[in-house]
C-alpha cells in the first residue's frame, strides 16, 4: 500500500509556473505507475500525466503536452509536475494516484488504486 501527499498548488496568472510535488510512502515506490489527474468544477476527473516506475515511460494528455513535464525522483519517493504557461482552463484540483506496475494503460483512471487528497490550482485570466 502506498500514501500520496500533494502539494504546491496555489493561485497564479495566465503564462505563469508551477510546480505541484506528489510524495509518497513506502519503500517499494518504484513498483507504481504514478499519474497526476484533474478534476474541473462540474466536470469528470481527467488523466494528465503518468509516468512508469523507473521513469522512462511517460504519457501525457494532449491538452498539456509541451507545456506540462512530469518528472520522478525514486530517491525521494517523489513524483512532480511542472506547470508551464498556464491558462484559466487549467484552473482545477490536482490529485496525484498510484497504480501497480503491469497495467494496461497510464491513462485509464479504473488504474488507479490509491489517490492523494488533491491541491487546487486556480489560474486568473
Known amino acids: 500500500q502506498v500514501q500520496l501527499i500533494e502539494s504546491g498548488g496555489g493561485l497564479v496568472q495566465a503564462g505563469d509556473s508551477l510546480r505541484l510535488s506528489c510524495a509518497a510512502s513506502?519503500?517499494?515506490?518504484?513498483?507504481?505507475?504514478v499519474g497526476w489527474f484533474r478534476q474541473a468544477p462540474g466536470k469528470e476527473r481527467e488523466f494528465v500525466a503518468a509516468?512508469?516506475?523507473?521513469?522512462?515511460?511517460?504519457d501525457y494528455a494532449d491538452s498539456v503536452k509541451d507545456r506540462f513535464a512530469i518528472s520522478r525522483r525514486n530517491a525521494k519517493n517523489t513524483v512532480y509536475l511542472q506547470m508551464n504557461s498556464l491558462k484559466p482552463e487549467d484552473t482545477a484540483v490536482y490529485y496525484c494516484?498510484?497504480?501497480?506496475?503491469?497495467?494496461?494503460?497510464?491513462?485509464?483512471?479504473?488504474?488507479?488504486?490509491?489517490w492523494g487528497q488533491g491541491t487546487q490550482v486556480t489560474v486568473s485570466s
Open positions: 509516468t512508469s516506475g523507473s521513469g522512462n515511460s511517460i
Open positions: 494516484a498510484a497504480a501497480p506496475l503491469g497495467i494496461t494503460t497510464m491513462t485509464s483512471i479504473q488504474e488507479y488504486h490509491y
Open positions: 513506502g519503500r517499494t515506490f518504484t513498483s507504481y505507475v
